[in-house]
Every structure is written in C-alpha cells, then in structure tokens.
C-alpha cells in the first residue's frame, strides 16, 4: 500500500490566480495521476505523471493549464492556472501500485479548490 | 473506448437490508476490476478488487465477483449499516495501459 499526502487540503482562491497542489508518498512509486472530481460527479483523469518524463495529458486536458512537476519518485505538484470558478472542484493525486501494471491505486485525500 | 457503467442513485436503504449496485463495464482485453467508496468529506478508499475472471473481491462484508460473461462486476453486501452510508465508485485498469477509469458512482444512504 502506500500512504499518501496533498497540501493544501483546501483553499479558496480568486478568478485569475494559479494553484500548486502537492503530493507526496511515502514510498517511491513509478507512476502518479492527477484526477479532478467536480462537485457530485466522478472522476476524471487530468494526467499521468512518470518521474523523468513529460506528463501525459488526457483529452481535455492542456500543459499550459495544468502544468505538473515529478521531480523524483516520492513527489509531485500540480498547478492550476488562470483559474475561473469551472475550475472549482476537488483534485486528486493517486499512485500506482503493481505488477507491470496499475493493477492497484491509492489515492490521497484531495484538495478542495474554491475559485471565486 | 473503455468504459464503466452503474446504476443510478441515490440509492436509500434501510438498516440490514441487503444492497446490491450494479456495474458493467466495456474493454478490451482483461481488466482489472475495483470498487472504490467515498465517505463523506474523506478521500478515495480502495474496498475490494479482482483481477480475473471469476474472482471474487472481498471486505468489510461487502463482495464482488467479476463475471466476464456478462461483463460485470455487482457490489453486494448482506446487511447494510448506517456507518456504510457513502459515495461507491466502480473502477477498471484496463490490460493495455496504466491509468483507471472510474463510473460515475451510487450515492448509498442507510437509514437507522
């Protein structure tokens, strides 16, 4: 398993300014994702993070918008840009866990974004 | 593309009755299967997973099977307590990528 933390856990922030969410793990794991969960809906996958790589940005889904950082195997931000109140939601990081493939993830306790 | 079906909620029941949440779901290939639950204010919480055909997921009284007949993969539970009131999420991991895919959840409220 793994233990997982985000800060800040919540925060309200006004239309226009940017947001970095961190995430860290206490174990070094390969694979970490991005989810934002948007009031009363699932989830959506923004992004996977892999240490050493770009990120991988799903439909949707912009670098210029969402920029995220790995800088090692333990931790990883991810930035909300010029942010409008469509952008208020929770978002989430998780890590993979597995054989050769995300056969289990753990998620941590999200960050609750209010955009004003 | 893959995908997760549930049954719509919100789903109320009272204390011990018996819960079933129907889930489907479209992929290529032999994925893995999930529920996730969601208590209120909390993050995502892995409940039980399987990862082949006819494997049963189980905790907390709650099971799955997974049933690649019918692509399917039911959460049950044989009687319901208040504390089980959460947001209940039906999840894949398809075999050809790393990432899940979740369905849009079943709110569950269990009345004393």
């Known amino acids: 398993s793994a233990v997982i933390s985000q800060k800040p856990s919540r925060d309200i922030c006004q239309r226009g300014t940017s947001l970095t969410i961190q995430c860290q793990v206490d174990?070094?794991?390969?694979?970490m994702f991005w989810y934002r969960q948007q009031p009363g809906q699932s989830l959506t996958l923004i992004a996977t993070?892999?240490?050493?790589?770009?990120?991988?940005?799903e439909s949707g889904f912009v670098i210029d918008k969402f920029p995220i950082s790995r800088p090692n195997l333990t931790f990883s931000t991810l930035t909300v840009s010029n942010m409008s109140p469509e952008d208020s939601s929770i978002y989430l990081c998780?890590?993979?866990?597995?054989?050769?493939?995300?056969?289990?993830?753990?998620f941590g306790p999200g960050t609750r974004l209010t955009v004003l | 593309g893959d995908s997760v079906t549930q049954m719509e909620g919100p789903v109320t029941l009272s204390e011990e009755a018996f819960l079933t949440i129907n889930c489907t779901y479209t992929a290529t290939g032999y994925p893995s299967l999930f529920w996730y639950v969601q208590y209120p204010g909390e993050g995502l919480q892995l409940l039980l997973k399987a990862t082949k055909a006819d494997d049963k997921g189980s905790n907390k009284g709650f099971e799955a099977t997974y049933r690649k007949e019918t692509t399917s993969f039911h959460l049950e539970k044989g009687s319901v307590q208040v504390s089980d009131s959460a947001v209940y999420f039906c999840?894949?991991?398809?075999?050809?990528?790393?990432?899940?895919?979740f369905g849009p959840g079943t709110s569950l409220s269990v009345i004393p």
């Open positions: 999840a894949l991991s398809g075999a050809s990528y790393d990432k899940v895919i």
């Open positions: 998780s890590v993979g866990v597995g054989l050769g493939r995300t056969d289990t993830q753990y």
């Open positions: 174990s070094q794991v390969t694979m």
């Open positions: 993070a892999n240490q050493g790589s770009e990120a991988t940005y």
